[in-house]
């Protein structure tokens, strides 16, 4: 039996890809190469190698004040050995953000819970083949947004979630579309949808009421029957239900948790940033994304 296993540390690279997407595949996560890439192009990140084979993996995605860490795995073959707490060290190292954000694991909890993360809320994951949904009315608020609009839709976000995502909305509206609500000529919220996984993922939503979110989705919905589809939502976001009615069941979730770093008087709630009255997050870009 081998014992002697050489592990190293290294920054994570182009050439990890394949090995880190090899890796999500063995802990049933639906990430292809393409949506580590996305991640990727947003964040920096840690790779362990062991004998020269990816074993792990962390990332940092900074949006303005708020980091969070994501893409955690340590893989089964190498766990007991302190890895996920020496690559979580070593990629928050990269960041000093103003707070730190992820969505745990129920594995990952006590991890977190000893470098000072806090629970703020529960995230359910949604996900399905998507019925048909042409019955809705339609709503003449609804249109598709224009790529030279991503600084207005991320302004919006930024209001919601107290993160900077300008790089991330732009990164979806080339490879996605984005549907907003327009009120007299002003954009009022906003849904995306891309590529992801088995199918297509719904997030972020941004929106007034959870009415709103429902008109966004349906929008970004239609025609998309029989595909399959995945929404990540808060637990309090008034969605789950209507979500398992449009065919995308609940099949589980995580954690949202927090660790305040440098606090500051912005008036944030730490699941959905900024409370200021008029947007609030309805769906997640992903569990790592927010």
Request: cysteine-free.
């Amino acid at each position: 039996m081998q014992t002697d296993i050489a592990i190293s540390f290294q920054p994570f690279g182009a050439e990890h890809l394949p090995g880190a997407a090899a890796l999500s595949r063995d802990e049933n996560w639906p990430h292809r190469i393409e949506d580590w890439g996305l991640v990727r192009s947003l964040s920096r990140g840690v790779v362990v190698l062991a004998d020269g084979d990816v074993a792990g993996t962390a990332f940092v995605t900074r949006f303005g004040p708020v980091a969070m860490a994501n893409m955690i795995i340590v893989g089964k073959a190498m766990r007991g050995r302190g890895l996920g707490r020496r690559l979580m060290e070593e990629a928050m190292a990269l960041q000093a953000p103003d707070e730190w954000r992820l969505v745990a694991t129920a594995d990952g909890l006590p991890l977190y819970r000893k470098l000072g993360f806090e629970e703020t809320g529960l995230i359910a994951q949604h996900q399905g083949v998507l019925l048909d949904l042409t019955g809705a009315p339609a709503d003449e608020r609804l249109d598709w947004a224009k790529p030279e609009e991503a600084a207005t839709i991320a302004a919006l976000d930024t209001q919601a979630t107290g993160m900077e995502r300008l790089p991330l909305i732009e990164a979806i509206l080339k490879t996605g579309r984005i549907a907003v609500v327009r009120e007299a000529g002003e954009i009022a919220g906003y849904a995306a949808l891309r590529a992801f996984g088995y199918g297509e993922v719904a997030g972020p939503v941004i929106a007034r009421s959870t009415e709103e979110a429902q008109a966004l989705l349906t929008f970004l919905f239609a025609g998309q029957a029989g595909r399959f589809m995945r929404v990540d939502t808060a637990t309090d976001s008034g969605l789950s239900r209507w979500l398992e009615r449009a065919g995308l069941a609940h099949v589980g979730g995580g954690v949202a948790m927090s660790r305040v770093d440098k606090p500051a008087d912005r008036g944030t709630s730490r699941l959905d940033g900024p409370s200021a009255g008029t947007v609030k997050r309805f769906a997640l870009a992903a569990q790592a994304l927010g």
